[in-house]
């Protein structure tokens, strides 16, 4: 049965969703980094492994399944039915199994210093074990070693006094609990069937999950793709800049889909049908590039809504007399919720400052296109 995770969401409500889970005995916290430099564009949601954190402990022992269904119901409750989907760690493992087991839910995945499995869980069962007979106070001063270079932590001292304090504060049942789910996975038998383009990190110094976990990952899931960090486990952290970066790379590959989401939203399938039909070796850059750049990378942008991006459009291409343009766009401004008494205003406005000849032949042009829209 699912538990209610407690969860963070930054940056727009209509960014496309990326769902960072963390390792274990750390919290959503670790994600800090990530979530600042991610949440002008994406909707960023972090959540805390059952166990952990903000929320609950229910009894132990967890599987691989148990966390990841907490996750597919937190993607539920919020209404999510696609995301980006990442991890370290654990939950770079969780992000594993939802991708081979709701491959419907997960457009790309992001896997940070993780596995697709250990030989021995006797490790595991040991570490169990501690957390629940002497507390995971116990476990922190071995897990910052794993965790951070030397040369980081005697650095950063303050970042490595607050994973400490994360891994030490992590309720004992909880991390015993996942430590379960840990020991008794296998996902090699079902890289094969993940279909989401995956990145896969790792940390060239890492103790936990060396280079060699990562191999089996890119190797078994198809056309992953396999960067190496001078970084322990935590590589988000320790590494956070060139972590943000290639997260950002990876997503960003998926601009001119997103853009062409939005370009049929905004001008119609109609058009952008006939667009594609007429579109030629000699035209196809062009095409590619309008709708990666403008449609993806300007018209998916948080910071202005469609409408206000309409009355731009519609200003500027009066301004620069490209009555050619214009009929498209008062349709995608109809479309996107203008009335035709607000397009007039709009040029009327144009005529302001672009020229009353300028706007003229723009109020024929939209005067026509009206006319053509009316039942």
Known sequence: MSVALHHVVDGPADGPVLVLGPSLGSTLAMWDAQAAALAGRYRVVRYDLRGHGGSPVPSGPYSLADIGGDVLALLDALGIERAHVGGLSLGGCVAMWIAANAPERVDRLALVCTTPGFPDPAMWEERAATAREQGTEALADATIERWLTPAFAQRETAVAATL????????????????????????????????????????????????????????????????????????????????????????????????????????????????????????????????????????????????????????????????????????????????????????????????????????????????????
């Open 164 to 375: 400490r304090a994360m891994v030490a504060g992590t309720p004992d049942e909880g991390y015993a609990g996942c430590c379960a789910a840990l020991g008794a996975m296998d996902l090699e038998p079902v890289l094969g069937q993940i279909r989401a383009p995956a990145l896969v990190i790792a940390g060239d110094d890492d103790p936990s999950t060396p280079p060699d976990h990562a191999v089996r990952i890119a190797r078994g899931i198809p056309g992953a793709r396999m960067v190496v960090l001078h970084a322990r486990h935590m590589a988000a952290i320790e590494r956070a800049g060139a972590v943000t970066a290639l997260l950002l790379e990876h997503l960003e590959e998926d601009r001119h889909a997103a853009g062409m989401r939005v370009r049929r939203a905004v001008l119609g399938d109609a058009h952008v049908d006939r667009a594609a039909e007429r579109t030629t070796p000699f035209t196809a850059p062009f095409q590619e590039y309008i709708t990666r750049a403008a449609w993806g990378d300007v018209w998916t942008r948080p910071g202005l809504d469609r409408r206000t991006r309409s009355c731009l459009t519609l200003a500027l291409l009066t301004a620069l007399r490209a009555t050619d343009e214009l009929p498209m766009h008062v349709r995608a401004a109809i479309r996107n919720g203008l009335t035709p008494d607000e397009i007039g205003e709009v040029l009327l406005h144009a005529a302001v400052y672009a020229g009353v000849p300028a706007a003229n032949s723009a109020f024929a042009v939209a005067q026509k296109t009206l006319a053509e829209l009316e039942p």
